[in-house]
Nanobody, 115 residues
Framework: QVQLVESGGGRVPAGGSLRLSCAASGRTFSTYNMGWYRQAPGKEREFVARISPSGGSTDYADSVKGRFAISRDNAKNTVYLQMNSLKPEDTAIYYC????????WGQGTQVTVSS
């Protein structure tokens, strides 16, 4: 069982930056694919970024390519999402996801980008 706790959300003006963190419990963090998803009001949850267990492979939604960067520190059981050049449409609750045979989700952290 993996427990995930996100942090780092907040309110920033358009063009600003935030770094989200997701701390995972357990001793098998390095075996999980990790990802970030987001859900805006009235919309379905959508994929943002993912990273392989070793960190050697990453994937991004087209809407965030070139602006967001996912990384992980397996020694600290933590995955990060660096978000730059934020836009109002990035406003959402951001969720951390751990996937191997089953998926695990964090409780989410709110990101609000003001215009």
């Amino acid at each position: 069982q993996v427990q995930l706790v996100e942090s780092g959300g907040g309110r920033v003006p358009a063009g600003g930056s935030l770094r989200l963190s997701c701390a995972a419990s357990g001793r098998t963090f390095s075996t999980y694919n990790m990802g970030w998803y987001r859900q805006a009001p009235g919309k379905e949850r959508e994929f943002v970024a993912r990273i392989s267990p070793s960190g050697g492979s990453t994937d991004y939604a087209d809407s965030v390519k070139g602006r967001f960067a996912i990384s992980r520190d397996n020694a600290k059981n933590t995955v990060y999402l660096q978000m730059n050049s934020l836009k109002p449409e990035d406003t959402a609750i951001y969720y951390c996801n751990a996937q191997k045979l089953v998926e695990h989700w964090g409780q989410g952290t709110q990101v609000t980008v003001s215009s």
